[in-house]
């Protein structure tokens, strides 16, 4: 049933499979593109793969058998380039070359070009140029240090998705990736404010570096729908970030069953669907990039840890968030994706908390929560006392920990507590 729901040279799976050749081959992270439908022209430099032996029922691609297609061509490229003698030597320290465009047929039919390059503006340029210069890759990547600014090296010209990045949390994450060279997709329910994001995150970098899309991550319809769009737009992800959710506080003898759901839908569940479309996309560019890890990381919460006095809905969901990644863990530890959750502490700088309306500060002054409090510097004082490091969690602090787990190659279904001690592993 699944092979005979692939119809032929789906665009979609030949992109992630070429994309992750090139992963394999060059071990860095690439942007791949397609030419509008309709495109025959082949260019001089391409890499041709004729998919029509995988064919069967005249129909349908084998993917697997695709994919060993797509390997074998490559080879069969670099072997008739291979360079002897002085060129060789002289390659070797350049590096060595590759076709930056691909072209997949169906026995004489041209079915779809791919340009391929290191970032999003180059493959771009490259794709409405037509040009199909070689590419140089260089080999290997270079060791990584232990610094902050080493680590933040490990994103540079990956994909990434966050979800929920259009404020708070997600938009520090989203910043933070963009400013160590990541491309972000930036994917929210608010597409207005995912696109005034985008544009400033563009506008800093001077590149494209983020782009928005709107999302429910409660709408299996719509989750699918943005992992299709990422795929037609870069050709594949690596690193898959769930931040959106949400808070409705309320006591279980109280709570509708409408907020409770309001809460699970988008926490626990708005997590399965995400992971599950990220899952299956990283499985099928496994087929062709054998080593490369892959990761999805679950914004989770100190409240994933421990109980929440009369905020059930949100401490359930979360604690679900971990027993998903866990299982999730065990289940794609074999195409190389690497599942774990960050449990942050209270964020007071976000909305959540400051927000002069309805943040949480506000809210406690007025109903009186904190004994004494008269105003909100108070609320926040008693709150920040109850962390031993005395103080908030920090975007800063959520960044350290993402980097921590995408550099850590041998990590799975962890949830890695940021909280200052006020929370600890049990
Ligand atoms: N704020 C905290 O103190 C804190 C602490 C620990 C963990 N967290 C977690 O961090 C994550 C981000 O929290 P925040 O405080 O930055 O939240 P926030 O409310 O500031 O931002 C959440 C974002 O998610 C988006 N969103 C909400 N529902 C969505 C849906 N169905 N589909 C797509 N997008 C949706 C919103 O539009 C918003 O942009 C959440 O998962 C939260 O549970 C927050």
Not at 20 to 34: A, E, N
Not at 131 to 140: I, P
Not at 171 to 177: E, M, N, R, V
Request: charged residues 20%.
């Amino acid at each position: 049933m699944e092979r005979a729901e692939r119809k032929l040279a789906d665009p979609a799976a030949m992109a992630l499979l070429i994309r992750g050749l090139y992963i394999h081959t060059g071990r860095y992270p690439w942007v791949l593109m397609q030419s509008p439908p309709g495109e025959t022209e082949i260019p001089q430099e391409a890499l041709i793969i004729d998919i029509a032996p995988a064919r069967y029922d005249h129909q349908y691609v084998d993917i697997e058998y695709a994919a060993k297609i797509l390997q074998d061509a490559y080879t069969a490229w670099e072997f008739d380039r291979a360079p002897a003698g002085a060129e060789a030597l002289a390659r070797s320290e350049t590096g060595k070359k590759a076709p930056s465009c691909v072209v997949v047929q169906d026995a004489d039919t041209v079915q779809g070009v791919y340009w391929i390059d290191r970032d999003f503006d180059a493959a771009k340029e490259r794709m409405e140029a037509k040009n199909d210069a070689l590419l140089t890759e260089k080999v290997s990547l270079p060791p990584l240090g232990f610094n902050a600014a080493h680590r933040a090296g490990v994103v540079k010209n990956k994909i990434a998705l966050v979800t929920g990045g259009a404020q708070g949390i997600g938009a520090i994450i989203a910043q933070s990736l963009a400013a160590s060279g990541a491309l972000v997709f930036i994917a929210d329910r608010n597409l207005e404010g995912a696109e005034t994001l985008a544009a400033q995150i563009n506008a800093k970098e001077k590149r494209t570096a983020a782009i928005p899309v709107a999302v429910d991550v409660a709408d299996e319809a719509s989750v699918k729908a943005l992992f299709k769009t990422l795929i037609q737009n870069v050709g594949g992800l690596d690193i898959c970030i769930s931040n959106a959710g949400v808070l409705k506080a309320g006591s279980v003898l109280e709570q509708s069953l409408q907020d409770f759901s309001f809460v699970t839908d988008i926490n626990y569940t708005g997590f399965f669907l995400i992971a599950k479309y990220a899952g299956l996309l990283f499985r099928e560019q496994h087929r062709t990039a054998l080593h490369w890890k892959t990761d999805i990381i679950q914004i989770n919460s100190k409240s994933g840890l421990e109980g929440s006095n009369k905020n059930g809905a949100y401490a359930g969901g979360k604690f679900g968030g971990i027993g998903l990644t866990k299982s999730f863990a065990l289940e794609l530890a074999d195409y190389n994706i690497k599942v774990n959750a960050v449990c942050p502490g209270n964020f007071f700088d976000g909305s959540l908390w400051s927000d002069p309306e309805k943040g949480l500060f506000v809210q406690y002054l007025r109903a009186g929560k904190v004994p004494g409090a008269k105003h909100i510097a108070d609320v926040k004082a008693y709150y920040e006392a109850k962390v031993p490091m005395k103080r908030g969690c920090t975007g800063q602090d959520v960044m350290r920990a993402i980097y921590y787990i995408i550099e850590q190659e041998y990590e799975t279904g962890q949830a890695v507590p940021v909280t200052g001690g006020q929370v600890m592993l049990h």
